[in-house]
């Protein structure tokens, strides 16, 4: 997926810097920093807090129990964001076992794939997180990631999305990347196009002026297959909405997808019909006797297998559907 020969040329530190930020739960980003806790046969031998390095043990309080509430207790307890325990005893294990899966060249996506599985086998027997994220993320194979970037990205096209300020006065963050022999090939912002398209000119109308990245995207890299406009707090709020959010920010145009390849499109369908179907759902079922509202309930679900099942989800490749991951994830990145 990422070429080992990845060229990186015009890049803006403001728009990486700005990406990190919006991507990243605000939990974790937050000043209550991440921590790692070291067990020896469960009880606490090494601590450590991001941004102070080793804690002192004497006066820091033990882990009160290995579980969902224990972790997310001491978490609080020790004023961080987000926890990692570890029994010492895995260590060595979980390192053997990562080293002799990995190799030199292997695409840095596959070698990423290769240690979340090995710390998802270990996953409440020797490791812990707080947030639970080990046992809620899936751990495809890089053949079936591959296999699916494939299927959804044409190879020798361009990708771009950018995020503008909501003053309008700048672009928040922007990526173009091109795709060629199966491999993100090349990566920049918009600093390589700003001679074409200036800046704070197209920020200001971005939503009339997107062609014109467009059009220098496709003269300067490669023919567009997905290019993706919004402002920052559309973004936010398609991040922490409901699941047909993206839809309904599409449909009111504070969302532009030029070009949209056809599966994203029926992604966006699909999840506007799902919605619609579960807020109908839910309204009828106020009108009705029991009998009936247990009928009324189910067409929200019916709905959602109903595009699951017509094959045109993109993602069956997975084994897994993203959306129905992000609908479990974006809690997270609640204020």
């Known amino acids: 997926m990422l070429s080992p020969e990845l060229e990186l040329a015009d ?12 991507l990243v739960p605000p939990r974790v980003l ?27 043990l004497v006066p820091v309080p ?5 579980t969902a509430r224990g972790l997310a207790q001491y978490a609080r307890t020790l004023g961080v964001g987000a926890l990692v325990v570890i029994e010492r005893g895995v260590i060595a294990a979980l390192s053997a076992e990562i080293e002799a899966a990995l190799a030199l060249d292997q695409d840095i996506v596959a070698q990423g794939l290769i240690i979340l599985r090995a ?15 080990l046992d809620l993320l899936p751990a495809p194979s890089y053949e079936a990631v591959q296999r699916t970037f494939d299927l959804l990205v044409p190879d020798r096209t361009a990708l ?9 006065r700048a672009i928040h963050a922007s990526v173009i990347a091109v795709k060629a022999g199966g491999d993100i090939v090349r990566a920049a912002t918009h ?22 990245v467009v059009t220098a995207i496709e003269e300067r890299f490669a023919r567009p297959s997905l290019v993706v406009f919004a402002e920052r707090a559309t973004v936010l709020g398609v991040l922490t909405g409901p699941s047909d959010q993206l839809a309904r920010e599409v449909n009111a145009k504070r969302v532009v997808i030029d ?12 999840a506007a019909v799902a919605a619609l179907a579960g807020r109908a759902a839910t309204a009828l079922a106020g009108m009705l006797p029991q009998t009936a509202r247990d009928r009324a309930s189910a067409l929200a679900s019916r709905a959602r297998e109903a595009i699951k099942d017509s ?11 993203p959306l129905e991951l992000w609908s479990r994830l974006k809690h997270f990145y609640q204020q």
């Open 11 to 22: 890049l803006e530190a403001r728009h990486w810097k700005n990406w990190w930020r919006l």
């Open 30 to 56: 937050a000043p209550a920093r991440w921590g790692l806790a070291i067990l020896d046969h469960g009880a606490l031998v090494h601590l450590v807090v991001r941004g102070e390095g080793a804690r002192e």
């Open 62 to 66: 033990g882990l009160p129990e290995v």
């Open 119 to 133: 710390l998802k086998r270990h996953a409440g027997h020797g490791v812990w997180s707080e947030p639970p994220l």
């Open 160 to 168: 771009a999305a950018y995020v503008i300020d909501d003053d309008r």
């Open 191 to 212: 600093r390589a196009i700003a001679d074409r398209v200036p800046e704070a000119a197209f920020a200001r109308d971005w939503d009339k002026q997107y062609r014109r």
């Open 259 to 270: 070009p949209a390849p056809a599966w994203l499109l029926g992604l966006l369908g699909g």
């Open 311 to 321: 094959g045109a989800n993109p993602f069956a490749l997975l084994g897994f559907d």
